[in-house]
T-cell receptor, first 116, second 114 residues
Framework: GDSVTQMEGPVTLSEEAFLTINCTYTATGYPSLFWYVQYPGEGLQLLLKATKADDKGSNKGFEATYRKETTSFHLEKGSVQVSDSAVYFCALSDLYSGGGADGLTFGKGTHLIIQP | DTEVTQTPKHLVMGMTNKKSLKCEQHMGHRAMYWYKQKAKKPPELMFVYSYEKLSINESVPSRFSPECPNSSLLNLHLHALQPEDSALYLC?????????????FGQGTRLTVV
């Protein structure tokens, strides 16, 4: 079956540091890949996505590139802020053809703490 | 409008109670989902409705009963729950197509079973 592996943390960084959160996946088909962010007490928000190999998703200074050859989708940000403190989930969806949806497969989540 | 609205935000119920969680979206999405999330864990898929028909049930106990009255609404009926069912229940929606699009999540219902 499909699976997503990501570093669990917590990851603690100082403000303005460079961020990388690693994510690798295993899928039977050709998945689409996502990063979601969850702030304390809230639901999940889509941060960025990529639907095919070499696509780069970007949003709010975060970036991730779909690397089929290494089955990876690492999240990066050049300069983190205290407000980026949250839990980040890497996820994939591997739809069957003909319509329908089978939900998301999530990694375990990475708790990011940014100190001023 | 990219919102998925869940009510109530918080719910405390006894093990003999019957309650319902509600979810609503007006994005024209035809796939809707219930997820359960325990503290410090990723969301776990419970149910998927596609075009108002139940398409996936991830072996969820029968004390959880989903319902999709129309393409905008999704309910989760609860009865005879156990304390271990206490969790954040998340609703999500998306377009079901032959290529996936992103799922939009609601803010969740924090359920406590006493």
């Amino acid at each position: 079956g499909d699976s997503v592996t990501q570093m669990e943390g917590p990851v603690t960084l100082s403000e303005e540091a460079f961020l990388t959160i690693n994510c690798t996946y295993t899928a039977t088909g050709y998945p689409s890949l996502f990063w979601y962010v969850q702030y304390p007490g809230e639901g999940l928000q889509l941060l960025l996505k990529a639907t095919k190999a070499d696509d780069k998703g970007s949003n709010k200074g975060f970036e991730a590139t779909y690397r089929k050859e290494t089955t990876s989708f690492h999240l990066e940000k050049g300069s983190v802020q205290v407000s980026d403190s949250a839990v980040y989930f890497c996820a994939l969806s591997d739809l069957y053809s003909g319509g329908g949806a089978d939900g998301l497969t999530f990694g375990k989540g990475t708790h990011l703490i940014i100190q001023p | 409008d990219t919102e998925v609205t869940q009510t109530p935000k918080h719910l405390v119920m006894g093990m003999t109670n019957k309650k319902s969680l509600k979810c609503e979206q007006h994005m024209g999405h035809r796939a809707m989902y219930w997820y359960k999330q325990k503290a410090k864990k990723p969301p776990e898929l419970m149910f998927v409705y596609s075009y108002e028909k139940l398409s996936i049930n991830e072996s969820v106990p029968s004390r959880f009963s989903p319902e999709c009255p129309n393409s905008s609404l999704l309910n989760l009926h609860l009865h005879a729950l156990q304390p271990e069912d206490s969790a954040l229940y998340l609703c999500a929606s998306s377009y079901p197509t032959d290529r996936v699009t992103e799922a939009f999540f609601g803010q969740g219902t924090r359920l406590t079973v006493v």
